[in-house]
């Protein structure tokens, strides 16, 4: 495997203008000779279906939900970064830049970065002209918010609902796509492999999910825009379908997968009520901007949060990190609540929670300003928990919710199969090893719209028109795999359904795998993954046929997926022998429990290569270089 | 908590179906409805029976994905919420409950409690949005939106298109959902130089659909798990009547 990330050379300021100068471009009348598939309908794979389509390619667009707008995107709540300046506050494209890199906690490569926060403005700028509805001070210019990691208020939003609101925006561009004619939309159709024939991709084979036909889809390139891999821990703030079936295919077909082990623990999540519970709800991370966060000094105090007075408090993360206070980047807001609970000063169910206090800020700004920015969360926090916030306050504790880690790409967003791209957060490029709050959007829409549409054209430029048709006998091959498998998914005949084979998965990858690391816990959960796998192929119980619609079916092909995928991501945590964002390895800290990162001997992205089930994969090395960004040690105090 | 559930099968598109009757025990009052269903379907798997089908995916009330008729009413008896938003608490322990699927003209069932609601899709592919391409747009700020413009579009924008509204409809009409759309785009400066098309082309599409008419009943917003106003589809009906007038004046 050959790990070339194609950054062009020059001064950082200059790379992406001039790697665009150079790139070659597909005619205008030539471009419809070219067929692009493209994965996934969420802000990745939703803007850069549209944009290519524009731009006249013949675009195939496929998710598994019934309507492209309901992708897993919909759910992001808190807001979107921009390089705006908007507020006067000092900001600018360099200090997005440098707070990511520095966020990432110096595992990305900084021309990617770079060109993230470079394409940030003209996000906002299109956005708007879709008709997105940004709130608005009341002059009717953009308003923005502050969030975690950074010190300047660069966070546009749409209520809590600013995921819903882009999403939208992709999905009517989409569908002006549709109706014209260049998108052709599959949805309700999963992509189950793809398909590889003399070292480039070919296209896909997928299934229908209703009648459950298995067809070939063939193609000039392919992109695979299908999210992140949280739900291999069972709970986490991802909707219930996503998966990490696309990505993992494609690296078993030959994609490097890049940092597996960089997973994001967001702090502020609901813990979980009991065994019954399906999803972590997530409260968005903008609550930080007003609520503060405690736990009683006296542990095990059990006392309601009203009966303990102000002198009992211990506002942790504004006593251990003085400059930064509540809005220290995720992972160290997660690390400082796990370790408050461990020390027995938890709150909640099982000692699992902290609070997160609103009467501060209520008292300050009043009830009505609290609620207008605020409001849709509290009620759904007030919902599912039964406690009203504006009462009392939030108990929250760590909940998996973002992957950094994802399929290896070069700058043009390539994975290491030549015509396989690879963008959101399905790919590793831009968050390192930990991601700042309101970046995941960004990078998203940067991807599909800004980047990826460019790039392709490169691509296609350079390699031509795949000559190998939906009917060669690599597509044939490839069916009659996915085809065996679904029959032998069938007749396992066992007595244990998909999601129990999940939820101990899971339960072992929160354990073994989630916040806190260690060898020992790595090396248990390597010797289980087979086991458990081994046990799932012999007894997994999937009733019904392959010719219907059938969602255990589905689930079981994806607990199935997770089942290879958890055993290299808990290898990748083992060889990571540092700590670094949300990658804890508690042997690895410093004297005052802070992540320990040693850059002489981990500065570089970890690539696995595929060598079979249960082998061994080899391990690649993308050396990592800080050329504008001093590599240093992260401090938040 | 104890239920006796009564749930529509149907084996496919074409088959007949039928309610059938399953008793669940043990059930928490913090257990969600469909957390519920999970657990009665991780029974039926266990006994090699065809668990019950049905949508879902964020389970935050945010994606529309989930599409339950509970005791009558799309989502459930409760206001504001959608169907992955119920908890059992708002049950009495040994109630009888309901389950279909949302049924509509427009909606054909395709197994259990699952419908195919991409009739919703077409009518956004209509005309449902700003024409505007990639790129090349002008700064964010050039022009100012007054707050409460925003405000009202963000209301209308709010729309999450379940489809609950034609559900509820006697009718089965559409005219919420898609005067959520057309009222979104009206409230803002980019949506005004489409505006007379858009709404023209949204609703023929709407009615090539096979939806019905509105005939002013409100169960639509009664049903509505975001509370979309019915307000907005007089604003549909006012910009239609305008956009026919002048396509005949033209
Ligand atoms: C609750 C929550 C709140 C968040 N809030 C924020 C926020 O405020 N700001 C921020 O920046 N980020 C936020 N994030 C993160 C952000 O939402 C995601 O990282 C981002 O939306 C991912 O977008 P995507 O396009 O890469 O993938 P997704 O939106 O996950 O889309 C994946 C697509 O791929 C398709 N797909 C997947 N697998 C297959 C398959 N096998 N076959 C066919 N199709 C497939 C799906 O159908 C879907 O269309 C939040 C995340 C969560 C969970
Ligand atoms: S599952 Fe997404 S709205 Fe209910």
Sequence with gaps: MQLDAKIPAGPIQDKWDRHRQEMKLVNPANKRKYRVIVVGTGLAGGSAAASLGELGYHVDCFCFQDSPRRAHSIAAQGGINAAKNYPNDGDSIWRLFYDTVKGGDFRAREANVYRLAQVSNDIIDQCVAQGVPFAREYGGLLDNRSFGGAQVSRTFYARGQTGQQLLLGAYQALARQIHAKTVTMHPRTELLDVVVHEGRARGIVVRDLVTGKISSHAADAVVLATGGYSNVFFLSTNAKGCNVTATWRAHRRGAGFANPCFTQIHPTGIPPSGDHVSKTTLMSESLRNDGRVWVPKKPGDKRAAAQIPESERDYYLERRYPSFGNLVPRDVASRAAKERCDSGHGVGPGGRGVFLDFQDAIKRLGRDTIAARYGNLFDMYHHIVDVDPYQAPMVIYPAPHYTMGGLWVDYNLMSTIPGLHVIGEANFSDHGANRLGASALMQGLADGYFVLPYTIGDYLARAGNSDVKADHAAFQAVEREVGERIKKLLGVGGKRSPDSFHQELGRLMWDKCGMGRTAEGLNEALARIPALREEFWRDVAVPGTGDTLNQTLEKAGRVADFLEFAETMCLDALERAESCGGHFREEYQTKEGEALRRDDEFCYGAVWEFRGVGERPALHKEPLTFENVHLSTRSYK | ?250
């Design chain 2, 1 to 250: 908590m104890r239920f006796t559930l009564k749930v529509w099968r149907q084996a496919g598109p074409d088959a007949p179906g039928a309610m059938q009757s399953y008793e669940v025990d043990g059930i928490t009052p913090e257990t969600s409805f469909l957390e519920m269903i999970d657990l009665l379907n991780e029974r039926l798997i266990a006994e090699g029976k065809d668990p019950i089908a049905f949508e879902h995916d964020c389970r935050e009330g945010i994606c529309g994905m989930c599409s339950m008729v509970i005791d009558g009413v799309p989502h459930s008896p409760e206001r504001a919420v959608t169907t992955c938003q119920v908890h059992m608490r708002s049950f009495r322990d040994g109630d009888e409950i309901h389950v279909e699927p949302f049924r509509a003209r427009a909606f054909p069932v395709l197994r259990d409690l699952v419908v195919d609601r991409g009739a919703l899709d077409r009518i956004i592919e209509a005309g449902g949005y700003v024409s505007v391409k990639t790129g090349g747009t002008p700064d964010a700020n050039l022009i100012p939106v007054a707050h409460a413009d925003a405000e009202r579009a963000m209301d209308a924008a709010s729309c999450i298109g379940c489809g609950a509204c034609v559900a509820a409809c006697p009718n089965a009409s559409a005219m919420l959902f898609t005067a959520a759309k057309v009222a979104h785009l009206a409230h803002l400066p980019q949506g005004q130089v489409e505006r007379a098309q858009r709404v023209r082309a949204m609703v023929e599409q709407m009615d090539a659909e096979g939806f019905g008419n509105c005939t002013n009943h409100y169960e639509c917003m009664a049903a509505c798990p975001k509370e979309i106003d019915v307000e907005f589809i007089a604003l549909m009906n006012r910009d239609y009547l305008k956009a026919s007038l002048a396509a005949d004046d033209a």
